[in-house]
């Protein structure tokens, strides 16, 4: 099982944004020594939130400090950027990196983000769908053009030249059944976000799982399940924690993405956020949905989060780990203290 540190830039604590961006890209390079086995930022702008703009610049500080840990975008998120460019990107830090690069892709969520590229969160299906297919096909093949709907690329060369094949190193976020379809068709690997009882999730994961080898004649890989930790080895502590900073993540996830706001329901292919809304309004209320995200991610003492990955397991079947540790105002020396005691305590179990 592969496991791997992801990075969400939510500086919450009054740090200057320089020095927050520099500290949380530095644990990124700790993650090599530390044992993990891939490591990547999310692409957000704009606020407190997230904010990490060009996942691309921030792997290539990685690579150059690194020599074995695997580089993924973890989402580079396509109706924001031109496929074209995502190609070249993807190709020069694939070089700079020797081959260690890993592009994970995604179609955003939050109307404030897609409000100042100019672009429609309504169009953002489309916009995926086809981009994905431009970059996929570049990636492999080293020339990028395009005739559809979003995109009019004339036939384009790229350099640096693609130095070996993508197949298995590209990974798409499915966070509503049109997602799961898509990844299944173009055979990429299926991320997917802790938001609640994974026992809700099923019904996706296999359909892509049965999609997948309908297509392509052979087993999918295995999911990739982005988690928010927390870990102590003082459950109370743990509790404490919970309720000082991870409640505070999940309301800025909430304000974020407006999981109570109308506007999902009219977005089909945004129904895991519908749902969010959804249950945020239904019996126990925002409270409800609250502890129903905790329970999904992985909070507890070492003991707690190994156990909860086996029973996890058993119920999605194989899945691989992308791992945040830094998030709602967690001061650096918490971050760093649970991140170790995961490297030293929890890795070695779920890994094994």
């Keep these: 099982m592969r496991v791997g540190m992801h990075l969400g830039y939510q500086n919450l604590d009054g ?46 500080y990685v690579a150059a400090r690194t020599s074995k840990i ?44 897609f409000r100042s590229f100019g672009v429609e969160l309504a169009d953002s299906r489309e916009m995926f769908d086809e981009a994905a297919v431009i970059i996929m096909e570049g990636l492999e093949t080293g020339i990028v053009e395009a005739d559809t709907k979003w995109y009019k690329i004339p036939r384009t060369e790229v350099r640096p030249r693609p130095m070996k094949s993508w197949k298995g190193r590209v990974v798409q976020v499915t966070m509503s059944p049109s997602s799961v379809e898509v990844s ?52 109370a502590e743990v509790g404490r924690r919970t309720d000082t900073y991870f409640s505070k993540m999940f309301e800025t996830v909430a304000n974020h993405y407006e999981f109570m706001s109308d506007h999902f329901k009219a977005l089909p292919s945004y129904s895991t956020y519908a ?27 070492p003991e ?31 971050v760093y203290e649970q991140l170790k005691l995961f490297a030293d305590k929890i890795l070695p179990h779920i890994k094994g």
């Design 15 to 60: 740090t200057p944004d320089h020095e927050f961006f520099l500290r949380e890209t530095k644990l990124a390079v700790e993650a090599e020594a530390m044992g993990f086995d891939y490591v990547g930022p999310v692409e957000h702008h704009f606020t407190d939130y997230a904010a990490c703009p060009d996942p691309f610049g921030m792997l290539s």
């Design 70 to 113: 695997d580089l993924i975008t973890g989402a580079v998120i396509l109706p924001w950027n031109n496929p074209l460019r995502v190609v070249e990107q993807a190709l020069q830090l694939d070089a700079l990196s020797e081959g260690r690069m890993i592009l994970g892709m995604g179609r955003g969520a939050a109307r404030r983000e």
């Design 184 to 235: 299944a068709r173009l055979g990429t690997q299926a991320l997917r976000f802790s938001q609640g009882d994974w026992r809700n999730a099923i019904p996706e994961i296999n359909s892509y799982r049965a999609k997948f080898e309908e297509i392509h004649h052979r087993k999918p890989p295995p999911f990739i399940i982005s988690d928010f930790v927390l870990t102590h080895t003082d459950k």
């Design 275 to 301: 749902y969010m809304g959804r249950a945020a309004e239904a019996a126990g209320g925002p409270h409800k949905a609250y502890t129903d995200y905790v329970g999904g991610n992985m909070i507890g003492t």
């Design 304 to 334: 707690e989060i190994i156990a909860h990955h086996q029973m996890r397991k058993e119920m999605v079947g194989d899945y691989e780990m992308l791992a945040n540790f830094s998030y709602g105002g967690l001061p650096y020396e918490m």
